[in-house]
């Protein structure tokens, strides 16, 4: 179970539609499938979307069809990142080749036992051999493997970034900067961010601002999610204006692109610094001026961007410049997002130490079904996300057994609980329930993702087919995104 700390902040009673009836089954004679229904054998109030359990007529649900054709859209997933395994295998063997050690057969050394026999034979009262007793030498310490471009590898990377984030002479460069920029120390976090196209969890490091020196944060909210900084004024006796590199175009609020690039001079010179201490390898800064992006580059392919956010309290989300999908202006140069990837991921992490990450799996299915139909391409990662949150909100509650189900019922619940609130067209956030995730999408567009969504829950046929689409390669896989039957 969940700890003590976890809490709900949607009360899912409040989505009971129906009462189910006692189990009903019923088998076709001409088939050999089974189609049943879940429900409970009493008449209490449950909510609407405990799943179909689609299988064969079989005794376990490993056998299953749609079991067995989800283990192969995730091992296609899983060959997307075989270059992270194949450079963590290389890593291995360079580090069980310099800790090797040669094992003995015995604990006495062979030279001490043919000197303790010659001394034996030569004595006239020959004894009984008496072991030598060794002197336990103390064990020396593994050698400290250098950190090289060609032994870096994902998790060691997390590593020397958490270590450098919370060096001293990068911390001196959060206070003292000519930009008057007071930082927190930055976090480093391993997950699914907002602004994410994939489920694959990416490694960003949020740098907490604080304030700016001497000035405490007043900002507006123009929508539930949103806000903007709002800039002290000139004083009119001062000929300088202290805030003017950091003032939007309409010289009120705080502009979040040139926040971005104030933020280059302070980690420069904290990298400066970070070269006079004991570190082995150290990133190279990369700022893109066209995109806005500041990320600290170790390879090529081993890279961590950094995310200004602005720490409002303690009880506020932190609010970052990356614009959500989809937003309300990704465009702008004054609004800051909520951000609550810290919390989500705590939650998320959890649930898969417990349940051994089948929901994690089950959403990365439900992403890829998604994403090779045209109808359901609008959803984005983080509303599948936040589905997922209410749905296990309700299962911690009201199932004992939640943590003991399989990858079909995973998949079906979600989808199940997808199309309630697609039909509903209203997805409340986790943590702030009057923020509506799908007011951005067309009434239009949300009306035609309620067919795909229906067959995928109660066509066990159409669901096998999309699977079987989703387990080929890239080269194998059909160009179009459309379903295997009709369009509607």
């Not at 929901?359 to 890829?368: C, F, N, P, S």
Request: proline share 6%.
């Amino acid at each position: 179970m969940l700890p003590s700390s976890y809490t709900r902040r949607l009360r899912t009673r409040d989505l009971i539609q129906r009462n189910f009836p006692d189990i009903n089954r019923t088998t076709s004679k001409s088939s050999s499938k089974t189609f049943t229904r879940v429900g409970f054998a009493d008449t209490k109030s449950t909510h609407a979307y405990l799943p179909f359990l689609l299988r064969e007529k079989t005794k376990t649900h490993c056998a299953s069809r749609v079991s067995g054709q989800i283990n192969l859209v995730l091992e296609r997933l899983s060959e997307i990142d075989k270059k992270h395994e194949e450079e963590e295998a290389v890593y291995k063997r360079k580090a069980n080749a310099i800790f090797f050690k040669e094992k003995r057969d015995t604990p006495i050394p062979p030279q001490k036992l043919d000197k303790q026999h010659s001394r034996l034979s030569l004595s006239k009262n020959v004894g009984r051999l008496k072991p030598i007793k060794e002197k336990k030498e103390k064990e020396k310490p593994p050698p400290i493997i250098k950190d090289t471009v060609e032994n870096l590898t994902r998790e060691r990377m997390i590593v020397l970034a958490r270590t450098l984030m919370k060096d001293k002479r990068m911390a001196t460069c959060y206070k003292r900067n000519p930009n008057r920029i007071e930082l927190m120390p930055p976090i480093v976090c391993d997950g699914t961010p907002a602004w994410s196209h994939e489920v694959r969890s990416d490694v960003i490091i949020l740098v907490p601002i604080k304030s700016l020196r001497y000035t405490k944060w007043k900002y507006s909210s123009p929508e539930i999610g949103y806000i903007e900084i709002d800039l002290p004024k000139k004083n009119p006796r001062s000929k300088i204006d202290t805030y003017s590199p950091l003032r939007a175009d309409d010289e009120i609020h705080l502009s979040s692109s040139k926040l971005n690039k104030a933020l280059v001079e302070v980690f420069m010179e904290g990298l400066r610094l970070a070269k006079f201490g004991e570190y082995s390898l150290l990133p190279e800064l990369n700022f893109d001026y066209l995109n806005d992006t500041l990320e600290l580059v170790f390879t090529k392919h081993l890279r961590i961007p950094l995310v200004p956010a602005i720490f409002v309290s303690v009880d506020e989300p932190l609010y970052v410049i990356k614009p959500n999908l989809p937003d309300l202006d990704p465009t702008s140069d004054t609004l800051f997002r909520a951000c609550f990837l810290a919390q989500e991921e705590n939650i998320l992490r959890k649930i898969s130490i417990t349940d051994h990450g089948l929901r994690v799996d089950a959403l990365k299915v439900i992403h890829t079904l998604c994403k090779q139909d045209w109808r359901l391409q609008a959803l984005t990662v983080y509303q599948l996300k936040n589905v997922l949150m209410h749905d296990i909100d309700f299962e911690v509650d009201h199932s004992p057994r939640w943590q003991r189900v399989t990858r079909d019922i995973c998949v079906q619940s979600i989808l199940k609980r997808l199309l309630y609130f697609v039909k509903k067209q209203n997805l409340p956030h986790f943590f702030q329930t009057d923020l509506n995730l799908l007011k951005r999408i067309p009434e239009k567009t949300l009306t035609f993702m309620q067919t795909p969504l229906k067959r995928l829950v109660s066509n066990e046929p159409q669901l096998l087919r999309d699977l079987q689409r989703a387990s080929r390669t890239y080269e194998e896989s059909d160009t179009s995104s459309e379903s295997d039957e009709d369009w509607w």
